[in-house]
């Protein structure tokens, strides 16, 4: 929870993805059941996650580390409504930097596309109202997506040959940012010219 705060990843909530818990929210659940979490762990997995071992309460001796992450917690808001309250706002203030940033670098006539089709990419697209009318297309290397229609945006579904061939973008909007420098070096190798932008946390073109 607190890196997906601090990184801003608000497209990582979709279908598969509709809540995230805090060591703190966890404990409140397991507790009308006689659970009690015992031992936490801080794992990378997916932008930051838990790892979480819970049994019957008592059962098992509780070590420090889940005293030592329920201060964490605390000392960094996470049972502080205030804080979602700002995470909400920090959205909002995105959704109009990037499409400020895509309004202005494509001023002068320049197209953009965006590259692969992740399912997080739903959430930001729609949310920041991004459709043909911003971006030309989406490229994949998946063939089940080839040839569809990205959900609620609309925009259709090419393969990656599309970005990287003679008539390709200026811009690629790099919407599995979370792997950027992997991504960007993959379509480097594959013939993309043009400059990246990274949407998250903060719009930037590279």
Known sequence: MPELLETLQYDFFYHEHPRYYSLTALEAAFAPHGLEVFRVERIPTRGGSLRVHAGVAGQYEVDGSVAALRE????LGLTDEGTYRKFAARVAEHRERLRGLLAEVTRDGSRVAAATSPARATTL????????ADLEFVSEVNPRK???????????VVAQERLCGPDQPEYALLLSWHIADELMSLLRADGFRGRFIVPLPEPAVV
């Open 72 to 75: 964490s917690e605390a000392s």
């Open 125 to 132: 697209l729609t949310y920041c109202g991004l459709g043909p």
């Open 146 to 156: 080839i040839g569809r229609l990205s959900p609620g945006a609309h925009l259709p």
